[in-house]
């Protein structure tokens, strides 16, 4: 049987601390300023999900809704069995993932795994939830980890832990390569940029596993984890992201 780990307790304990703090001093939107929420209603309801019409295997938008598109047909056995993404990474929401990953906002990620937590709760996923026998995070390197502080694929992972149950995982994968940020590269330097960069750093085998991260390009980064989770033995991998870009990716 596989070691299934809940969230810790300083986890727990962050999440009392952050409810005392909002309890005397109110947060307010990061989109608009209103006192009352991180995200209010109002800036909520205009994040834009993802359109039907997409690739059901690898999630990308597609003309129309496909069982399998081209980029798919190329690759019969892919490493992840189903890919989606909650919402399009168009304003508010790309404005909100900025200032989680890069303006020291981890108290977003809480509020942002509402929609992790929405879209897997979706027809989409219902074959598959009481399979997974674990969510795991997609790491960040220990060196990226130190100069921001925090990972904010772990805590949205955390965050859909706690609304499914479903055990989080994050000592399961390592990213053992530093490598430089994706942005500005192409699909095959998105690829090459992380091969090799990640390990297992306990036992998968068997497992049925979601991983999770914050944005869903080519998904070169997912399939490179999704690879190392499945030499070393898992069963199955699927991903879910909490955006993906408002165009279809090669």
Same mark, same amino acid.
């Given at each position: 049987?596989?070691?299934? @780990?809940?969230?810790?307790?300083?986890n727990?304990?962050?999440?009392?601390?952050?409810?005392?703090?909002?309890?005397?001093?109110?947060? =307010?939107?990061?989109?608009?300023? +209103?006192?009352?929420?991180?995200?209010?209603?109002?800036?909520?309801?205009?994040?834009?999900?993802? &359109?039907?019409?997409?690739?059901?295997?690898?999630? +990308?938008?597609?003309?129309?809704?496909?069982?399998?598109?081209?980029a798919?047909?190329?690759?019969?056995? &892919?490493?992840?069995?189903?890919?989606?993404?909650?919402?399009?990474? @168009?304003?508010?929401?790309?404005?909100?993932?900025?200032l $989680?990953?890069?303006?020291?906002?981890?108290? $977003?990620?809480?509020?942002?795994?509402?929609?992790?937590?929405?879209?897997?709760?979706?027809?989409?996923?219902?074959?598959?939830?009481?399979?997974?026998?674990?969510?795991?995070p @997609? &790491? $960040?390197?220990?060196?990226?980890? +130190?100069? +921001?502080?925090?990972?904010?694929?772990?805590?949205?992972?955390?965050?859909?832990?706690?609304? /499914?149950?479903?055990?989080?995982?994050?000592?399961?994968?390592?990213?053992?390569?530093?490598?430089?940020a994706?942005?500005?590269?192409?699909? =095959?330097?998105?690829?090459?940029?992380?091969?090799?960069a990640?390990?297992?750093?306990?036992?998968?085998?068997? $497992?049925?596993?979601l991983?999770?991260?914050?944005?869903? /390009?080519?998904?070169?980064?997912?399939?490179?984890?999704?690879?190392?989770?499945?030499?070393?033995?898992?069963?199955?991998?699927? =991903?879910?992201?909490?955006?993906?870009?408002?165009?279809?990716? &090669?």
């Amino acid at each position: 049987m596989p070691v299934l @780990v809940s969230p810790t307790p300083p986890n727990r304990l962050r999440r009392w601390a952050a409810a005392s703090r909002d309890l005397l001093f109110p947060p =307010a939107c990061a989109i608009c300023g +209103r006192y009352g929420d991180r995200i209010c209603s109002q800036c909520a309801q205009q994040v834009e999900p993802v &359109p039907t019409t997409l690739c059901e295997r690898c999630g +990308r938008i597609q003309p129309l809704r496909i069982h399998c598109c081209a980029a798919c047909l190329a690759n019969p056995q &892919p490493v992840l069995h189903q890919v989606r993404a909650a919402a399009l990474h @168009v304003e508010p929401l790309r404005h909100l993932i900025h200032l $989680l990953k890069y303006e020291g906002r981890p108290d $977003l990620a809480p509020d942002l795994a509402r929609y992790l937590a929405a879209n897997f709760g979706g027809p989409e996923w219902h074959a598959l939830v009481s399979a997974f026998d674990a969510i795991v995070p @997609v &790491p $960040l390197h220990a060196d990226r980890l +130190r100069q +921001r502080g925090y990972d904010q694929a772990a805590l949205l992972a955390e965050g859909l832990s706690v609304r /499914t149950r479903i055990p989080l995982r994050q000592d399961l994968v390592a990213r053992i390569k530093f490598t430089r940020a994706q942005v500005g590269l192409n699909a =095959a330097e998105r690829h090459a940029n992380v091969q090799d960069a990640f390990a297992v750093a306990d036992s998968c085998a068997g $497992l049925h596993i979601l991983l999770i991260d914050d944005v869903y /390009t080519t998904g070169a980064t997912l399939a490179a984890c999704a690879q190392t989770l499945h030499d070393n033995g898992s069963a199955l991998v699927c =991903a879910l992201t909490l955006a993906q870009p408002s165009h279809t990716q &090669p």
